[in-house]
């Protein structure tokens, strides 16, 4: 339990608060989180070859998922996801963390689309970005507000790995469902 609110607080501290308001701002976050936040919650197609589990530093759990992926037609012929858990309504406020680092990086860089979907056709996105993954573990972000409803047990994250020949680590992701009237400026900056 210990590495899960030193996740939120990491995230409540980027977001430019003192300590006492970090702290103030992860147990407060921390009461939103929809799904079980774990390095083990991603599931990898296809398997081959079979990702494995390693220690990882610096990251909540001190574990992560190495992926070796290669170059494929489209972005998502290799793709990690995790499922969301819980329920996500219309107008709600959503915040997915996750944290990854390029062991191997692709030629020209690892760019990887991220998206929170619907698990199955049409898989519908929720939230989706691109992210430059670098040597470094980072902890990444997509926020933005649900269009519509989306039910927990049939929506997803899915990070896309076969933008080039790489290999991925990838930690623990979260994801917050923060309601409605959530002040978006107190939200961290997903940009990068």
Request: charged letters at 20%; aromatic letters at 6%; hydrophobic letters at 45%.
């Amino acid at each position: 339990m210990h590495w899960r609110l030193l996740a939120a607080a990491v995230m409540a501290l980027s977001m430019g608060a003192s300590s006492v308001q970090a702290q103030e701002q992860a147990d407060g976050l921390w009461s939103h989180l929809i799904n079980r936040g774990a390095t083990a919650s991603w599931t990898v197609s296809p398997a081959r070859p079979a990702p494995r589990v390693i220690e990882a530093a610096g990251v909540p759990g001190g574990s992560a998922l190495r992926v070796r992926a290669r170059h494929g037609v489209n972005p998502w012929d290799v793709q990690a996801t995790a499922p969301v858990g819980g329920d996500i309504a219309a107008g709600d406020v959503v915040l997915v963390a996750f944290y990854a680092r390029a062991e191997q990086a692709a030629e020209g860089g690892s760019r990887l689309p991220v998206r929170l979907q619907l698990a199955g056709a049409p898989y519908t996105s929720l939230l989706e970005g691109a992210k430059s993954i670098d040597a470094e573990w980072r902890q990444y972000c997509l926020s933005g507000i649900a269009a519509q409803d989306f039910r927990g047990d049939l929506s997803n994250v899915s990070v896309h790995l076969a933008t080039g020949d790489q290999t991925i680590d990838l930690g623990p992701v979260f994801i917050f469902d923060l309601g409605p009237d959530f002040d978006r400026s107190q939200l961290p900056d997903c940009s990068r």
